[in-house]
């Protein structure tokens, strides 16, 4: 079991930069693949970022490479998406979710965090 609470979304303008963390609850954070997802006003969820166990492995959204990054600290229990050159189509609720595959497909994913809102005005 694994609770998840994102942090860090707000209003940034275009070519700015925003950190998400989500932290989450417990001591089997580390055995979880984590990734982020978001989703803008009626679009549907796309995924983002997905980080493996001891961080070897990570993967990323074409649109999001080169400006956002992944990373995690198992022993915070955290992980991070670090985003620059924000972009207004970047806009939308950003969540964490964890499972135990490496899976680019939301539906895979057992445990969501509540979402945190990020919004980028040109």
């Known amino acids: 079991q694994v609770q998840l609470v994102e942090s860090g979304g707000g209003l940034v303008q275009a070519g700015g930069s925003l950190r998400l963390s989500c932290a989450a609850s417990?001591?089997?954070?580390?055995?979880?693949?984590m990734g982020w997802f978001r989703q803008a006003p009626g679009k549907e969820r796309e995924f983002v970022a997905i980080i493996s166990r001891s961080s070897a492995l990570t993967d990323y959204k074409d649109s999001v490479k080169g400006r956002f990054t992944i990373s995690r600290d198992n022993a915070k229990n955290t992980v991070y998406l670090q985003m620059n050159s924000l972009k207004p189509e970047d806009t939308g609720v950003y969540y964490c979710?964890?499972?135990?595959?490496?899976?680019?497909?939301?539906?895979?994913?057992?445990?969501w965090g509540q979402g945190t809102q990020v919004t980028v005005s040109s």
């Open positions: 979710a964890a499972d135990q595959s490496f899976s680019r497909i939301g539906a895979t994913y057992d445990y």
């Open positions: 417990g001591r089997t954070f580390s055995t979880y693949v």
